[in-house]
């Protein structure tokens, strides 16, 4: 099984994202699905049905829940060489020390770390009409820092489907309210 830990998102937060994405221009994007918006925390990548029952003992964590706000639009790699528009999460810090404290708890299972960096991917970019005015879309739009809290986070399976991908949450672990 495809795995990895995500925090789902709050309905406004989605609708809101899903309205930042239809001012964009002069870029052919694959957006994600507004259903399908999530902050990754941990990709796992496939996992034995065996390791399955290890992973959903080692994520069952206490940590305070976490208030957090959007933040600005980003690239991935790069502004140069755009191919995947995202936005990030702020205080990032908070997410950065909440991903850290997983990222302990499954290091005898996971041990290759990864980067990480606390962002919604938005959509891939396909290609780039006129660069230019793209970036000028990108510039003239004004990220509201909508607050919200992450109260949990997801153990999701993902299906990759000619469709998109298909996400079923395995598990939900609740964060404490300190």
């Known amino acids: ?34 259903k399908n918006l999530h902050l990754t925390v941990k990709f796992l ?16 964590i206490k940590h305070p829940s976490l208030d957090v706000s959007l933040g600005t639009i980003g690239f991935f790699p790069n502004k140069k060489n755009p191919k995947v528009l995202w936005i990030s999460i702020e205080p990032e810090q908070k997410v950065i020390l909440f991903q850290q404290k997983i990222d302990e708890q499954l290091l005898s299972l996971f041990p290759n770390e990864q980067r ?16 230019e005015e793209f970036f ?14 992450i109260a949990s986070f997801q153990l999701v399976k993902s299906e990759l489907k000619s469709t998109g991908p298909k996400y079923t949450t395995l598990e939900n672990v609740t964060l404490s309210k300190m």
């Open 45 to 60: 990548g496939n996992v034995s049905s065996v390791r399955l029952s290890l992973v959903k003992e080692k994520i069952k």
């Open 116 to 131: 990480f960096q606390a962002h919604i991917t938005l959509g891939r970019i396909k290609s780039v009409r006129r660069r």
């Open 136 to 149: 000028q879309s990108i510039e003239n739009i004004q990220i509201e820092p909508k607050r919200f809290t």
């Open 1 to 34: 099984m495809r795995l990895f830990l995500a925090i789902d998102l709050p309905g406004e937060i989605k609708d809101y994202l899903f309205e930042i994405e239809k001012k964009m221009r002069e870029a052919k994007v694959t957006w994600v699905a507004k």
